[in-house]
């Protein structure tokens, strides 16, 4: 369908004051996509060239669409907040002299392009000079509702409504399909509200109806163009959005475990014959490969799973990409651009950064790895930890192929561990390691014979009133501190006298003998 004779208007310029927020609603992220980037990419497939009327948060909201390269799209500024007549208005400049112009609000994520081509082959197929998207909705609350006249129809705000016109179930959906020329001659005509001063552009359905015009009122499903302006109806649309992803995915192969408490962004892709568990949030740019597991309570964002991979419960990937055959987690955590080539292993409570990590290397419990390569068929030990940071820059740690670091290794980088190196459990490893070397770094261990029964005989305990005395000065006060000497004492020792050097500080008590 040719759509090169249209320009689209988006009105992006509330305060979003229900929201009760300092941003902007048309900002808050909806399944990894911003609000008002929905209808913008709706309308970029189209190929129809756009207008976006900033206000509030403007510098925000054009920074945030500069981010995604829409294609052709201008924005013009609404000074103050006059309405949508106004805000219609302050965009004639970028009209051209295109067929029709199309308006929409900012906040309609649920509009596709398939809506977008029925409105436009509908307009043209009746000749319309105005058409506009109605829908039926049970509680229609702050929504204007479309009034059938003698003439045609016109659309009256709830808030100007009459009782019995509240009842009206026929809401506006803010979507218009509207002859440019004949709007230009119209925008500046626009009544002001007595009441609120602001010029409201749903005018110009009674207006093109009093004129004799067509008006073509086209009734769509409410869910196609639900509007957001509540916390809550954010949610909603949030809903409805997740679970066609859910279904979509379902349709290709994919198991959910309860559906219902997965949270999936739209740019998110899966392979089939992949399970997706309890509670998982799959973010961003993620892609997870054929056959996969995914367990429960896991976030994987802006990440690339392979084949065959299982990423076990309650482990958070971010930025990283899995090769196919790995094994992450339970309770992992990798990020800032990790690499796990194909069949590597990375176990419980291991969090790994900046790292890269070669084909069928492990490392399986308590282990820190930051800024590190390591090569293929390496074993990383229990409590195996890089020290890549000194207070002021980071530094880089390089094991080679085939190596083995022993549990408990404390690697001081920068540092090089050659291929087929050892380093001994425990080991602080300072200085590189040469290949097929075995490094030990730790204190050599020493065994005293005897030395129990000498700590018991050092151990004094309080004992009651009469037994031997020590007298000491505490602060100045003279003191009596009683203790009995455990062990066996030789009949010299009984008769010296005793001296200890105590030093006491207020009410301490604890003595060292």
């Known amino acids: 369908m040719a759509t090169n004779s249209i320009r689209a208007i988006v009105l992006a310029a509330g305060k979003s004051s229900r929201f009760k927020t300092k941003k902007s609603k048309l900002l808050f992220n909806i399944c990894g ?11 970029d497939a189209l190929g129809i060239p756009m207008t976006a009327v900033l206000g509030h948060q403007a ?6 669409v500069a981010c995604v390269g829409i294609k052709d799209i201008a924005f013009v500024l609404q000074d103050e907040p006059r309405g949508t007549g106004h805000a219609v208005a302050c965009s004639q400049s970028t009209w051209g002299d295109v067929d029709d112009i199309l308006i929409l609000n900012g906040d309609m994520p649920l509009v596709s392009t398939e809506l977008l081509q029925y409105i436009i082959q509908e307009h043209r197929s009746k000749n319309a000079t105005v058409t506009f998207l109605t829908a039926m909705m049970m509680d229609p609350k702050n929504y204007g509702r479309v009034i059938e006249t003698g003439s045609g129809y016109e659309i009256i705000e709830a808030k100007d409504c009459s009782p019995e016109q509240l009842e009206v179930a026929r809401i506006n959906a803010g979507v218009y ?7 230009e001659e119209q925008i500046n005509q626009l009544p002001v509200s007595s009441v609120t001063g602001e010029v409201y552009f749903t005018h110009v359905v009674a207006l093109a109806s009093q004129q004799g015009k067509v008006v073509h009122a086209l009734p769509v499903a409410y869910d196609d163009v639900r509007g957001i302006n509540t916390l809550q109806e954010l949610w909603e649309v949030e809903q409805i959005i997740r679970s066609e992803l859910i279904r979509h995915w379902m349709a290709n192969g994919v198991r959910f475990e309860l559906a219902q408490s997965i949270h999936l962004d739209v740019n998110v892709t899966i392979g089939a014959g992949s399970f997706i568990g309890t509670g998982v949030h799959l973010l961003g740019d993620t892609t997870i490969g054929e056959e996969s597991w995914v367990g429960a309570f896991t976030i ?7 084949n065959n991979t299982m990423v076990h419960s309650h482990t958070v990937v971010q930025d990283s990409t899995l090769g196919d055959n790995v094994h992450v987690g339970p309770f992992a955590r990798l990020r800032n651009h990790v690499k796990l080539d194909d069949y590597v292993d990375v176990g419980n409570f291991v969090e790994l950064k900046r790292t890269t990590i070669g084909t069928k290397s492990k490392a399986k419990h308590l282990t820190y790895l930051g800024d590190c390569t390591v090569g293929k068929h390496v074993n990383i030990g229990a409590g195996t930890v890089t020290c890549n940071y000194d207070g002021l820059k980071k530094y880089e740690t390089k ?17 090089s561990i050659g291929p ?3 380093t001994a459990a425990g080991s602080t490893i300072h200085k590189d390691v040469p ?21 018991l005989k050092k151990q004094v305990q309080p004992v009651d009133k009469d037994d031997n005395q020590l007298h000491c000065d505490a602060s100045g006060k003279s003191e009596a501190v009683r203790f009995n000497f455990k062990g066996a004492l030789k ?22 003998l």
């Open 177 to 183: 399909l509207i002859n440019r020329a004949w709007l």
């Open 491 to 512: 009949a010299d020792e009984q008769q010296s006298a005793c001296q200890v050097d105590v030093s006491l500080e207020k009410d301490e008590r604890n003595i060292t």
């Open 420 to 422: 087929r190196a050892y």
């Open 435 to 455: 290949e097929d070397c075995l490094a030990i770094g730790r204190s050599r261990q020493e065994n005293k014979d005897g030395y129990a029964e000498k700590l």
């Open 59 to 64: 510098d925000e909201i054009e920074a945030e």
């Open 33 to 43: 996509r911003t609000m008002i980037l929905y209808p913008l990419k709706a309308l």
């Open 399 to 415: 094991i080679a192929d085939y190596s083995f670091i022993g549990s408990n290794n404390t690697i001081i980088a920068p540092m």
């Open 300 to 306: 994987v964002e802006d990440s690339v799973v392979g």
